[in-house]
């Protein structure tokens, strides 16, 4: 080889080389490129949870309210997945919440009532209740652990009573079960105003906590929601560490106190409805009166104070770009206070029958609205039972976390619901065991079973059954019991088996009853 072609040859070695190495730094710069932005991963979304205090099913625009006004709860049934025939797992508020934060039927639990009270007891009773614990068993992994223990920052703010009101210091708060904030939530049931400072000098038990920060005029439910608020505001961007917010407002609950700037509004609209008249006689319920129409100014307002802070909180995950990696979830903890010695309570549930502390469906059925736009089919509206043990694995899943069935035993995930895939979900029945006396229910302790359209209850006093075609009768009118003998007593059994099998603890007779009965006999 010549010197010439010795020298053409390593001019192109040179130049390949050259090319080789201009290759490879465009290639790395493209490299570095990618992964200064990278895709986004997909992040765990956030959750909030708003579980509203005594609310009915039938207090919503959705459900066919025309004197309530609930635009933004609406609106997010018509964006999001609407269960019609959703309930709460038992008529009053502590259990159902409880059954929220395990995925367990209340009675499995042993927490069948309220604030750990037993119930009315004493010589006018045919039954005795059973004990009940006031708090969720420690070794129970809750929704907020669970939650907590893959990542998820944890708050809760408002209404907890999930501690019985005889005992004394936090052991069972929010902060002992998985939160890592805890606003106004405590053993008590109610606040002590709406009003700052939430207080009350005749039930000091039911002072709000964690809210001394406010001012003379401020409403508890708004003031709740400004907590909510800067919890979000405080939180990460799009893609940051998630969380899970428990909203589990005061209202409606009594004492009803409505924010006073909206009482003109209601006042006048009821007037103008021509309902202020319709309600003198109520309806008759057993020994009891529902009230037979919505009228009710005050408590309109604290309807509509609820939906209107709930649209805050929305509006708030949009401004901040987190409402679409925001799973959003709307129930009460049991029917509205429509039942009671005479016919002006709060509240009317019809078209169904009688409302808190009943096992008929005024006091079971609950408003059931899941919102996800990355993870489900907006404008579904569902006809499948579902109920408050549904909410824990349906969040996991929703969420891509692995499923604990040995903790959430009695619920199901409505996840397959939730696309329109299916329409349907591979469950037997729902259950229902209320073993106590409340004093605005004059059937006495009752439970009940729902499987496909019929509903069996069973009075305990009595051993009576009832039967209803729920998806012909909403309004129980129709006792089927001893037209259908076969159903009935196939029914009566399963929910004899359920209640066995889940450890439900029963009524036993009450030999005070039996004496003081004799005693009025003979005298």
């Known amino acids: 080889m010549s ?47 708003f579980l509203i205090d005594d609310l009915g099913w039938a207090d ?80 129970e992994i809750t929704l907020a652990e669970a939650l907590k223990n893959v990542g998820y920052t944890t708050a809760h703010i408002g209404k907890w009573h999930l501690q019985a009101h005889h005992m004394k210091g936090r052991e069972h708060y929010p902060e002992a079960n998985g939160f890592d904030l805890n606003i106004a939530g405590h053993k008590m049931g109610q606040p002590g105003d709406y009003y700052f400072p939430y207080t009350s000098k005749q039930h000091p038990s039911t002072n709000v906590p964690d809210m ?47 924010d006073k700037t909206k009482l003109k509004k209601y006042t006048q609209k009821a007037k103008a409805m021509g309902l202020v008249d319709k309600n003198k006689d109520g309806i008759k319920e057993h020994q009891s009166v529902s009230r037979g129409v919505q009228s009710s100014a005050a408590y309109a307002c604290m309807v509509e104070s609820m939906d209107e802070n709930i649209g805050r909180i929305i509006a708030t995950l949009k401004k901040r770009g987190m409402f679409e990696n925001t799973i959003i979830v709307f129930l009460s903890d049991n029917g ?28 079971i059925r ?10 489900v089919k907006p404008g579904l509206k569902l006809s499948e039972p579902a109920v408050s043990t549904d909410i824990y694995p349906t969040l996991l899943e929703l969420a891509g976390l692995p499923l604990n069935p040995k903790q959430h035993v009695d619920g199901l995930s409505l996840k ?81 088996h359920w209640r066995k099998q889940s450890g439900a603890l029963m009524t036993t007779p009450n030999p005070e009853y039996v004496k003081a009965k004799d005693w009025r006999n003979k005298h």
């Open 212 to 258: 001394e920060d406010g001012k003379e005029g401020d409403y508890l439910t708004d003031a709740l929601t400004d907590k909510a608020i800067k919890f979000i505001e405080d939180q990460g961007g799009q893609g940051e560490k998630p969380f899970f917010l428990n909203m589990w407002y005061y209202t409606v609950h009594t004492p009803i106190i409505p």
């Open 3 to 49: 010197d010439l072609q010795i020298s053409k040859q390593a001019s192109i070695h040179s130049t390949a080389r050259k090319h080789l190495v201009l290759i490879t730094l465009i290639m790395a710069f493209a490299a570095f490129a990618v992964n200064a932005n990278p895709k986004p991963n997909i992040a765990k979304p956030n959750i909030v949870l």
């Open 366 to 375: 609950s408003p059931l609205i899941i919102s996800y736009p990355a993870g």
């Open 336 to 363: 509205g206070l429509s039942t009671g010695s005479g016919p002006n309570s709060p509240t009317s549930s019809l078209p169904l029958r009688a409302g808190k502390a009943w096992v008929y469906e005024g006091g």
């Open 416 to 496: 397959p619901l939730l696309d329109g895939g299916k329409v349907s979900l591979d469950r037997e029945a729902i259950y229902f065991h209320y073993p106590h006396y409340h004093h605005i229910n004059t059937m006495g302790p009752a439970g009940a079973v729902r499987a496909g359209d019929y509903k069996l209850i069973e009075v305990y006093e009595t051993g009576k059954v009832e039967l209803y075609n729920l998806r012909e009768d909403i309004g129980e009118s129709k006792d089927l019991a001893q037209q259908k003998p076969q159903l009935t007593a196939k029914l009566t059994k399963m929910l004899h």
């Open 60 to 139: 919503l625009g959705v459900t066919g309210s025309t004197f309530y006004e609930t635009p933004n709860i609406d609106r997010l049934a018509s964006e999001g997945v609407f269960f019609t025939d959703a309930y709460a797992a038992n008529p009053v508020c502590s259990p159902t919440r409880a059954s929220v934060l395990t995925g367990k039927y209340p009675s499995r639990i042993g927490l069948t009532n309220h604030s750990g009270s037993r119930g009315s007891m004493g010589p006018n009773h045919m039954l005795t209740p059973p004990e009940v614990v006031g708090n969720m068993p420690p070794e």
